[in-house]
């Protein structure tokens, strides 16, 4: 099977474990730190503002916390998101408010974010789709216009900027994933980001217990010969990473570079063979001054064709797939919030295979089978 996502790990991550075996620490520790020094580097950022988490989830789910959401509060997030979004807002009892998106890029526009905004707006969270950068200067400019914090939830957007400066750095708040589908991956981890520097002290604390971070931990001794004394002034959870998959994440943020030029040139060879096809619309073009991960590569064509399009891909063993089905359409969400484009992305849209782990002669193949599957459910174009 060709798979939609895939990860690129081998020996060199393998050995990177091995180093932390080797110093026995395998938990939150030297290893850990040097990840947010990386990380930060390639953000532009300083490592203070950092954290390394065991998931994306964990970032939502802290930075729910930090922002204090609660009954009554609302924030605004895509109904194209990931459902961790929704669900972390939920968990504490505020409301999460469904907006629209772009039909062709799937990522919200000002005016989306505009239309749902309430004296009750605690929060905006946008996402980039597929790696794609969304508006973020002009979300961020009307979130600060509005006093409003902005989230940014860069999980699919590890290498993503818009005129130099990193997606999930426009906002308060950025978080991404490095879970087993991401471009780069940890098995299971994500990175928290927060402009505030006594948030990211405050994010530390909570993230562990609520116990002061390791850096201030030493200070926190009331007597410099009682080390395991403890300082809690509020209760924390237990988010924090640790040095097995940080070691792992050091090693695929070097090979960053090399995962987005191969994504870029599988996307170019997709635009090529598929250019022109009747009836279906590419992968948007980000603009200039945008760069994408490339994490998805995403199609548009008829809604009464799209399913039988995926079906005939998966009877020659190539997966795609849509993603993220509108949360105003689930059980739990549901509501009957008129959201046009969003309803339409989702009946129109279908993922290609995209990672860095794709041949040329399987992408080729992808594409040859998609052309083929759209000659042989579009009547017209075969006769
Ligand atoms: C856009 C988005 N946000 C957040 C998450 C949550 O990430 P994690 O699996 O690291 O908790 C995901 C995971 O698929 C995602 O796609």
């Not at 994490?295 to 039988?308: H, I, M, S």
């Not at 689930?330 to 509501?335: D, F, I, T």
């Amino acid at each position: 099977m060709i798979n939609v996502f895939q990860p690129s790990v081998g020996a060199e991550e393998l050995a990177a474990v091995g180093e932390a075996f080797d110093n026995n620490w395998l938990g939150y520790g030297p290893k850990t730190r040097e990840f947010e020094q990386d990380f930060g580097e390639h953000l532009g950022v300083p490592a203070e503002a950092l954290l390394f988490l065991n998931s994306a989830t964990s970032a939502l789910t802290l930075t729910a916390k930090l922002l204090e959401f609660g009954p009554g509060d609302e924030v605004v997030v895509p109904s194209v998101s990931f459902v961790a979004n929704a669900n972390t807002i939920t968990a504490t009892g505020a409301r999460p408010v469904f907006c629209d998106v772009d039909p062709h890029t799937l990522n919200p526009s000002v005016a989306d974010i505009e239309a749902c905004l309430t004296p009750r707006t605690k929060a905006v969270t946008i996402l980039h789709y597929g790696g794609h950068p969304g508006d973020v200067i002009g979300i961020a400019a009307l979130c600060k216009d509005r006093g409003i914090t902005l989230v940014e939830d860069a999980a699919c957007a590890v290498g993503s900027s818009v005129d130099g400066r990193a997606c999930g750095t426009f906002g308060d708040i950025g978080i991404w994933s490095f879970d087993s589908r991401k471009i780069i991956t940890t098995g299971d981890g994500g990175m928290i980001y927060l402009r505030d520097p006594e948030l990211a002290r405050r994010a530390h604390r909570l993230a562990y217990h609520g116990l002061d971070d390791r850096g201030a931990f030493a200070a926190a001794f009331r007597d410099p010969r009682r080390w395991w004394d403890q300082t809690i002034h509020e209760v924390g959870q237990r988010l924090i990473g640790n040095d097995m998959t940080a070691a792992i994440g050091r090693v695929q943020l070097r090979r960053l570079p090399g995962f987005i030029a191969r994504r870029r040139a599988i996307t170019a060879t997709y635009d090529r063979m598929l250019d022109g096809l009747p009836g279906v619309r590419l992968c948007p073009q980000p603009p200039t001054g945008h760069l994408s991960t490339h994490y998805f590569y995403w199609l548009q064509v008829d809604p009464e064709l799209r399913d039988g399009i995926a079906e005939d891909l998966l009877n020659n063993g190539v997966y795609t797939t849509f993603r993220y089905p509108p949360l105003h359409r689930v059980p739990l969400y549901g509501s009957d919030a008129e959201l046009p484009a969003t309803d339409a992305a989702a009946a129109n849209t279908l993922l290609l295979p995209l990672h860095q782990a794709l041949t040329d002669a399987e992408v080729q193949r992808v594409a040859r089978l998609f052309c083929a599957a759209i000659e042989r459910r579009t009547p017209a174009v075969a006769a």
